[in-house]
């Protein structure tokens, strides 16, 4: 490429092990893998060797924008962080994080798509970046520091438009459900790449860049990204004020966006956070708090059996709604966790289990006293888990399923555990069952998601569950909108796809749940590597600000084409929606490749989750036994190209993507699927 618009055309390289500084091309990498999860994957698969660790130096962790980050796109704030997981069980392997903010942007700004880092230093540093150079430098005094003390420090060191990710004393201390934190409520969480960060001693990325990004044809990308925004405008697709509603308002007074770009405002404001974060030169440039639920209103979805299903469920699986503890004491917990560096979710699912034990006798662990309903309980808790405190903080830091492992339990309570952290070391995450209700046939699509997935994908596949919010009322009548109109629905998907069987319930209609699973995963892998928002994209649906709208509707088709109508006059590119699925394609496959290489990947480790789906989703009982499973992973696997007995994408699929010498090296090696 000559000029370069949309990319910025360099990538940073550094070594934390030796100092070395250097860059290289963004153009040996785009269009194909398009920027992001897509440049990162492809250099994990020519980089990273089996058999490296999460620890190792030979690790790399990729922060990465792409070429959407830091144009008028909406939703465009975002980045992405990939590297392998030491939280991933049992086998810590590659995976990926995103968040929101403004880092991202700023790095673009600098002059940079991406930073890799490899190497472990052998002191804690920080990495400082701005406008084209980069520089390791110490960072020992800021050893101990949380994540906003961190952040304030270096905003008055480098001034106060300086943007910053970091870690806390969580990821210091290699918790590993550690964060990577930015602002005061962005974060990569549950992908534990902030022990990494740990590992390597590197404490902060701290960001500044007075740069631009060059676009082909600016009125027509202006135009286009104006009306998906308008398209958007009423957030995401549903919402949980009031839990499912299909229509919100868009961004206002008493909500909060979470990154550069975003026209919604999918989040609640608070004011009322501690004091200290106005940076020295009196800029304040770090969001207000954007409320998270779980401290302050708690999670009521958290329940199982419904009483939907408690008539017909004889399982041994029970669990809790999770307690709220108001906003006053909830925002503490809340500034308190994120400060640590540890994932603000967790209650989700540590809350259901520590009860499960207690009601099975168990009230202490480790001479640590299990007391969910105490607000003093958690603070205490994350104390100890964030500094690996006491036999109980060592214990924890590594999680439940390592946990459990560990201790000497009755068997209902370790297989609870599990329940709640049902693959990869994963909290369950709008799969049903032990979290929030998703109704077949949302339930199947999301379980392939999960299978097939390095981590938890539902952080990054909104769109595949938000759905809940459109279908009647469900879960005791608190999902679900009362307004449905299935008709509406059909006739939205049947507009997107040619067909609404893969919305309809049922089992009858396998290969076309399988084939829009596959297409919203490819889709997933795309907006991870623009960088956009899961929350209205891919836009299946359109989304309304007001109940009037949505009832005025003639149906609730957004634009599935939104992608390659925004990235076709940014780049110039002759780009389409056929180039962005298939580059979404393969950037999965090359993927599932590292997997293959690394960590020998196949459908016996992808049935591992079956167990968890033969328990009756809490809204409407559906379930699986391992014949279904079979029949779907069949369908599934045939839809990819991929080899039925084995899971493994075959020759012709991977050549068919432009991948012959990633084929040609699995089948060195004897792991190819002809």
């Known amino acids: 490429m000559s000029e370069i618009f949309g990319w910025v055309g360099k990538i940073l390289r550094v070594d934390l092990g030796t100092g070395e500084i250097s860059t290289e091309e963004t153009s040996k990498y785009v269009p194909d893998y398009i920027g992001g999860k897509g440049i990162a994957t492809r250099i994990a698969w020519n980089e990273l060797a089996p058999g490296v660790g999460p620890y190792d130096p030979e690790n790399m962790l990729m922060f990465m924008n792409g070429p959407f980050t830091g144009t008028f796109v909406p939703t465009s704030g975002r980045g992405s962080v990939c590297g392998i997981s030491p939280r991933i069980y049992p086998t810590p392997w590659f995976t990926y994080g995103t968040m929101g903010g403004d880092w991202a942007a700023e790095l673009k700004y600098a002059g940079f798509d991406g930073v890799v880092v490899r190497g472990n230093s052998d002191k804690p540093v920080y990495l400082w970046i701005i406008d084209g150079i980069a520089d390791i430098i110490e960072a020992e005094e800021m050893t101990g520091f949380d994540t906003f003390v961190t952040q304030q420090y270096l905003k008055e060191k480098h001034g106060g438009q300086t943007q910053v990710a970091c870690i806390g004393p969580a990821g210091e201390n290699r918790v590993l459900w550690s964060t990577i934190q930015h602002r005061l409520s962005n974060a990569i969480g549950d992908a534990g790449l902030g022990a990494v960060m740990g590992a390597k001693k590197l404490k902060a990325l701290a960001i500044r860049g007075t740069g631009g990004v060059k676009v082909a044809k600016p009125a027509e990308f202006i135009k286009i990204c104006q009306d998906i925004s308008k398209m958007i405008r009423g957030g995401n697709t549903t919402s949980p004020y009031p839990t499912g509603s299909p229509y919100r308002s868009p961004v206002g007074p008493g909500n909060q966006q979470c990154s550069h770009g975003c026209p919604l405002g999918c989040g609640r404001l608070h004011k009322n956070i501690p004091a200290g974060i106005t940076v020295g030169s009196g800029t304040r440039n770090m969001m207000s708090h954007c409320e998270d639920y779980v401290f302050i209103h708690g999670e009521e979805t958290t329940n199982y059996p419904t009483e939907d299903i408690k008539d017909i469920y004889d399982g041994d699986m029970y669990t809790r709604e999770t307690k709220a503890f108001g906003e006053s004491i909830g925002i503490e917990l809340q500034v308190l966790c994120e400060g640590l560096g540890l994932t603000s979710a967790f209650p989700i699912n540590y809350y259901p289990w520590f009860w499960v034990c207690i009601e099975n006798g168990i009230t202490d662990i480790k001479g640590f006293k299990l007391e969910p309903d105490k607000p003093r309980f958690w603070l205490d808790f994350m104390k100890k888990v964030a500094y690996r405190e006491d036999d109980i903080g060592e214990l924890f830091a590594d999680d439940i399923v390592r946990a459990v492992d560990r201790l000497d339990l009755p068997p209902v309570v370790k297989k609870a555990a599990f329940f709640q952290f049902p693959m990869w070391g994963q909290p369950a995450h709008r799969q049903g069952r032990s979290y929030e209700s998703q109704p077949d046939p949302l339930w199947i699509n999301t379980m392939l998601h999960w299978i097939i997935d390095s981590r938890d994908p539902m952080a990054c596949h909104h769109q595949s569950s938000f759905v809940a919010g459109w279908l009647p009322q469900h879960h005791e009548g608190k999902c ?40 919203q995963d490819n889709r997933a892998q795309t907006k991870d590597s623009l960088l956009i928002c899961d929350w209205p994209f891919p836009a299946i649906l359109h989304s309304f600000p007001t109940r009037e709208e949505y009832l005025a509707a003639e149906d609730y088709y957004g634009d599935i084409d939104a992608e390659a109508k925004m990235l076709a006059p940014l780049t110039g590119l002759d780009i389409d929606t056929a180039f962005i699925d298939k580059a979404g394609e393969r950037i999965r496959n090359l993927d599932r490749a590292i997997h293959i290489r690394n960590y020998n990947r196949d459908r016996e480790i992808d049935s591992t989750g079956e167990w968890y789906y033969e328990y009756p989703e809490k809204s409407d009982g559906t379930k699986l036994n391992m014949k279904i499973f079979n029949a779907v992973l069949d369908s599934y696997y045939d839809k990819r190209g991929w080899d039925k007995a084995t899971g493994r994408p075959t020759r012709a699929k991977f050549e068919e993507l432009g991948l012959k010498e990633v084929a040609d090296e699995l089948g060195k090696i004897g792991k190819l699927s002809v």
């Open 480 to 519: 679900g909108s009362p307004d449905s109109n299935m008709e509406k629905l059909k006739a939205s998907y049947r507009k997107a796809f040619g067909t609404s069987e893969g919305i309809e319930p049922g089992f009858e209609n396998i290969d076309a749940k399988t084939k829009l699973a596959m297409w």
